[in-house]
C-alpha cells in the first residue's frame, strides 16, 4: 500500500489586526475633456461625484466635504464641481 503524503500549498499568514483597504472608484466619460468620477471617501467612505478636466493631467487631492481629509487622488488638471451622493456600493 503505498502512501502518499499531502501537501498545503504556503500562504503567509496576515495578523489579524491586518485589514484590507480598498477604494471604490468609477470613472465616465473618460474619453471627453471633462470626465466625471464617482467614488467614496478614503477615510469616511461617503459618495462622491466630480467632474474635472484632464486636458494636461497633474496629480490633484480633492478634499471631502464631510470630514475635511484628502478622499482622493486623481491624475486630472482641473476639478469642475464635488458634489456629494450616497454612495453607490453601501
Not at 501537501?7 to 503567509?12: D, L
Not at 472608484?25 to 474635472?52: A, T
Request: proline share 9%; with cysteine; charged share 25%.
Amino acid at each position: 500500500m503505498e502512501v502518499r503524503e499531502i501537501r498545503k500549498s504556503y500562504k503567509p499568514r496576515r495578523p489579524e489586526s491586518e485589514t484590507t483597504h480598498f477604494q471604490h472608484v468609477k470613472i465616465l466619460d473618460c474619453n471627453q475633456p471633462v470626465s466625471r468620477v464617482i467614488f467614496e471617501c478614503w477615510h469616511c467612505k461617503q459618495g462622491l461625484l466630480s467632474e474635472v478636466e484632464v486636458s494636461s493631467p497633474q496629480f490633484l487631492e480633492l478634499e471631502c466635504p464631510k470630514c475635511g481629509k484628502t478622499a482622493i487622488r486623481l491624475m486630472a488638471n482641473k476639478v469642475i464641481s464635488t458634489t456629494p451622493i450616497p454612495s453607490p456600493w453601501q
